[in-house]
């Protein structure tokens, strides 16, 4: 039977669906030199439930191996839901380099996303595909690309439809794909699958993908990030089979892709700035639990972002402003603080008003 098919079924009262897991080590480090690395997930899994079957798991609990590194220390990351291990449990062991992140999303959802009414009607074709890929077959919606400017959203929605679909999220950093050594690249690329293999239906998200995916036009391809491409290539191109993956790629420069990987992408999704409407939504929505006093014309702040993104927003209006408040020892922030917070990060490419709406 195909893993995905189980992952769709409820699982028991007290069942753990998921498992993540991250190895710390052993409680006295001179006692033991050896470090258990995971190098085959399914074997892993196996061996972990033989031992651990039964056992009650929740955030932050520890388990400790008993048979091949007594006492090594493993740290539960995430179990959804909390409840007993069984041989329906899929364990995940998170890498200790963190090149693979690996998450059971439970605190976002398509609706937390501002605006993106387009973009979110079209991930719905990949929310549906993740609750049933069998629905599918050779018209499954399995790598799409998400582009647009820094902070529109597009991390956010793809773990909206992690934990809309209730599967694992499998991130990486393109970035860190690229190997020291000569094979490094391709090998972390088959690791990534593999794992995400295991616990289909899932979704792989390759975040700043330009990285590794330029056009040669713009440079001379290395040998080590040739490696990486033409590994991802075979995944995409699905030499082996990927039931119930859906690859999502993540770049702020679509322009700049190799066409030949571009064109791997059966569905491209734009992510645009926001508009006035969407930046005043997302200024309320953030102030709703701010730890002083709001005092501020937000109508006035929203109309004098134009061209800010929702995390410049966040990060550099609305956080910059409260610290500024507090060094000053304010109780209470005013429009005149975010306003400044706006001026001193606007950049010569929004092009905003020499003079404030006001």
Known sequence: MNRYKRNNEQPRVGEVRYLVLRPLGYPLKASYHEYPVVDNPRVFEKYAKDQWKGEYVSKGKLLFDYRMFPDFAFEVVSAEPDGIITDSTIILVENPTRIIETEIVKDVRLEDVVGQEDAKRKVKVILEYLKNPEKFGKWAPKNVLFYGPPGTGKTMTAKALANEANVPF?????????????????????????????????????????????????????????????????????????????????????????????????????????????????????????????????????????????????????????????????????????????????????????????
């Open 170 to 358: 499998l991130s990486v950093k393109s970035t860190k794909l690229i190997g020291e050594h000569v094979g490094d690249g391709a090998r972390k690329i088959h690791e990534l699958y593999e794992k995400a293999r295991q616990v289909a239906p899932c979704i792989v998200f390759l975040d700043e993908f330009d990285s590794i995916a330029l056009d040669r036009g713009y440079q001379d391809l290395r040998g080590d990030v040739s490696e990486v491409v033409n590994a991802l290539l075979t995944e995409l191109d699905g030499i082996q089979k990927n039931e119930g993956i859906c690859t999502i790629a993540a770049t702020n420069r679509i322009e700049m892709l190799d066409p030949s990987i571009r064109s791997r992408f059966e569905e491209e999704i734009e992510f645009t700035l926001p508009g006035y409407e969407e930046r005043l939504k997302i200024l309320k929505n953030n102030l709703k639990d701010f730890p002083l006093k709001v005092k501020a014309n937000l109508d006035v702040v929203a109309r004098n972002t134009e061209g800010f993104s929702g995390r410049d927003l966040v990060e550099k209006v609305i956080k910059s402003a409260l610290h500024k408040a507090i060094a000053d020892g304010k109780d209470a922030i005013e429009t005149e603080d975010l306003l400044s917070a706006v001026e001193k990060v606007k950049t010569p490419s929004r092009h905003p008003p020499k003079q404030m709406f006001v």
